[in-house]
Each structure stands twice: as structure tokens, then as C-alpha cells.
Nanobody, 118 residues
Framework: QVQLVQSGGGLVQAGGSLRLSCAASGRTFSSGTMGWFRQAPGKEREFVASITWSAGNTYYADSVKGRFTISRDNAKNTVYLQMNSLKPEDTAVYYC???????????WGQGTQVTVSS
């Protein structure tokens, strides 16, 4: 069974840092894209960042550019989201997701809470 297992997250003060991990099990990803999304209370889920498995091309939402960094470890089949200079408005449940090349994110992690206090 293919699944994405997330770890990391928690409570941090504004200006602090957290790192999220997303490990894929059940298959090895060598193509496609991994993404991070978030959903704050009362808001729709929004795109945060993505990275391609093969070339490592990265994309970021404007709201996190310069503060967040997405990376991958192909050997560990794991994607990371390093979040620095966190702001209270970054508070949300964060999800990783996999697009295996079909053009949509068809596999999702379980979600992890990130809370940034002011």
C-alpha cells in the first residue's frame, strides 16, 4: 500500500523555525512532483510549495518565498519543508501530496498541525 507519512510540526513562536517531513512508502518515486499544501481554519486549502523528483525544480507560493524551502532526498524517498521566520498567519494544517505524473495530486499525507504564536 502506497502512503505518505508526515512528521514534524508543532507549536513555535513567531520568528521561529520548523521542519516538516513526508516519507513515501510502498513505492519509489523517480518522477512526478511532490507538493506541500496548508489549510487554515475557515479557509480553503492552498498551495505552499512543490518540487519535482527528477530535476528538483521548486515552486513556491508568494506568501512563503524566501522563508520556506522545499527539498527532497531521493534515496530516502522523502520530501522536506523547512520553514523559517514563521508568522502567525502560517498557522494551519500542512499536507504533503504526490503527483506521480498524472497531472494531479492523487496521494495525500495525513496532515500535521503547525501553530505559530505571536
Amino acid at each position: 500500500q502506497v502512503q505518505l507519512v508526515q512528521s514534524g510540526g508543532g507549536l513555535v513562536q513567531a520568528g521561529g523555525s520548523l521542519r516538516l517531513s513526508c516519507a513515501a512508502s510502498g513505492r519509489t518515486f523517480s518522477s512526478g512532483t511532490m507538493g506541500w499544501f496548508r489549510q487554515a481554519p475557515g479557509k480553503e486549502r492552498e498551495f505552499v510549495a512543490s518540487i519535482t523528483w527528477s530535476a528538483g525544480n521548486t515552486y513556491y507560493a508568494d506568501s512563503v518565498k524566501g522563508r520556506f524551502t522545499i527539498s527532497r532526498d531521493n534515496a530516502k524517498n522523502t520530501v522536506y519543508l523547512q520553514m523559517n521566520s514563521l508568522k502567525p498567519e502560517d498557522t494551519a494544517v500542512y499536507y504533503c501530496a504526490a503527483d506521480s505524473g498524472a497531472g494531479y495530486y492523487g496521494l495525500w499525507g495525513q496532515g500535521t498541525q503547525v501553530t505559530v504564536s505571536s
